[in-house]
């Protein structure tokens, strides 16, 4: 049980390049959500997720997709990567039948 | 407007002593939550504890203890018996029953604590 697993760990990327984040759980969770940190902040929520096939914006979306096609996995990509997207990024995951989310180990993200 | 608020951005503790890190919050909802997170340097973030807001009782967990002062608005972590291990960053976290984000987390700015021997 791997619990929530996020891929890559790190990434450079250059201003105008694209990418895409994944997390993966394998606890069937229905909801999901994509929070970023920045140095002296807590998280904020970009985009989160109550189900397979439904995304929905957050507190900070602009400049973020996100897919969730299949229920275990939730993608979130940048297409046109700035320099304020540097940051660390979390994943998480919960039941429907409990508020505690878990938490993926995080990536960090560079923009140069 | 903030919703969590950690006033004390650093704090410092002897090992084996008690410390106590603030937390306030701000939501009109009756219906709430309260969470604290731990986050080392390592940058896992790190359950603890958690309480409701129609909990009678405060919320313990091992050394962890959450000191729920609703009239107050206030959640504080208590650490009894501090361990070295237990420098971290510690974030304070509320969920709301009423909400248009799937019942996300609103998080505070954390505080970092530094336990020496």
């Known amino acids: 049980n791997a619990g929530v697993t996020q891929t890559p760990k790190f990434r450079v990327l250059k201003t105008g390049q694209s990418m895409t984040l994944l997390c993966a759980q394998d606890?069937?969770?229905?909801?999901m959500y994509w929070y970023r940190q920045d140095p002296g902040m807590g998280l904020r929520l970009i985009h989160y997720?109550?189900?397979?096939?439904?995304?929905a914006k957050g507190e900070v979306p602009d400049g973020y997709n996100v897919s969730r096609l299949k229920k275990q996995n939730f993608l979130l990509g940048l297409e046109s990567a700035a320099p304020s997207q540097t940051s660390v990024y979390f994943c998480?995951?919960?039941?429907?039948?409990?508020?505690?989310?878990?938490f993926g180990p995080g990536t960090r993200l560079t923009v140069t | 407007a903030q919703k969590i608020t950690q006033t004390q951005p650093g704090m410092f503790v002897q090992e084996k002593e008690a410390v106590t890190l603030d937390c306030t919050y701000d939501t009109s909802d009756p219906s709430y939550g309260l969470f604290w997170y731990k986050q080392p340097s390592s940058g896992e973030m790190i359950f603890l504890i958690y309480q409701g807001s129609y909990d009678q009782q405060n919320a313990t967990e091992g050394r962890y203890s959450l000191n729920f002062q609703k009239a107050r608005k206030s959640a504080n972590l208590v650490i009894s018996a501090s361990q070295l291990g237990d420098s971290a960053m510690y974030f304070c976290?509320?969920?709301?029953?009423?909400?248009?984000?799937?019942?996300?987390?609103?998080f505070g700015k954390g505080t970092s604590l530094l336990v020496t021997p």
């Open positions: 976290a509320m969920r709301e029953g009423i909400t248009n984000s799937g019942y996300a987390l609103n």
């Open positions: 997720s109550v189900g397979e096939g439904t995304t």
């Open positions: 998480a995951s919960r039941p429907g039948s409990s508020y505690e989310q878990y």
């Open positions: 606890m069937n969770h229905e909801y």
